[in-house]
């Protein structure tokens, strides 16, 4: 079974760029989340899908951030401009439901210069 | 709201050791789930456990056990036998179900513990 698959792995970016990542989640889950994890830090999350509704993007700062999971599969979280503190590893992972244990991809690491 | 606090940030051990990574956890929710995570150098975060809080049992699967203890919000990883390819960061977690059981999906982590494992 392919695991959720995450790109591009790396990004440099100077700052006020745009910048996208894109994942593709483990067929047949349901349930999509984008984490941002700073350096020697855990996982926190940023948004959850449930299919193509966005249940909990509490956490997203929704003046830079977006993102969408258009027909419930794939989804793109992006970042515009982007700062300096926006340098971190981006994980995206999938679930079958909300509850079941969340399987994580490569994430993307980001740098702002 | 809901915390988990790792308070070993480094351990390191000799192969062969036994080791134990501690994990407390607060939470108000009656019902949710707990996690072990691991992330190798390679930087993706490996399942290795979910356990749901009213099950209180302990378990064992191979070199790895965990011991889940209501009573003092604990949830301990313990690596028998320990071997350099176990040298990772453990992340516990911690999801909280909410009122009748609406909320799951949220994943809360601790900081991480980095386990170094010398031949």
């Known amino acids: 079974e392919a695991g959720v698959v995450q790109s591009p792995r790396y990004k440099i970016i100077e700052k006020k760029q745009p910048v996208a990542f894109w994942c593709n989640p483990i067929s047949g889950h349901n349930t999509l989340y984008w984490y941002l994890q700073n350096l020697g830090q855990g996982p926190e999350l940023l948004i959850r899908?449930?299919?193509?509704?966005?249940?909990?993007d509490s956490q997203l700062p929704k003046d830079r951030f977006s993102a969408e999971r258009l027909k419930g599969v794939d989804s793109t979280l992006k970042i515009q401009p982007a700062e300096l503190g926006d340098s971190a590893v981006y994980l995206c992972?999938?679930?079958?439901?909300?509850?079941?244990?969340?399987?994580f991809g490569p994430g993307t690491r980001l740098t702002v210069l | 709201a809901q915390k988990v606090t790792q308070a070993q940030t480094e351990i390191s051990v000799v192969e062969k050791e036994d080791v134990t990574l501690d994990c407390v956890y607060e939470?108000?929710?009656?019902?949710?789930?707990l996690f072990w995570y691991k992330q190798p150098p390679s930087g993706e975060l490996v399942f290795l456990i979910r356990r749901n809080s009213f099950d209180e049992q302990n378990e064992i699967s191979g070199r790895y056990s965990w011991n889940f203890q209501k009573s003092t919000s604990s949830f301990n990883f313990t690596i028998t036998a320990s071997q350099v390819v176990d040298s990772a960061v453990y992340f516990c977690a911690l999801m909280g179900a909410g009122a009748g059981g609406t909320s799951y999906g949220k994943l809360t982590f601790g900081q991480g513990t980095i386990l170094t494992v010398h031949p």
């Open positions: 899908y449930e299919n193509e509704e966005a249940v909990d």
């Open positions: 939470t108000r929710d009656t019902t949710y789930y």
């Open positions: 992972a999938s679930s079958v439901r909300g509850r079941d244990e969340q399987f």
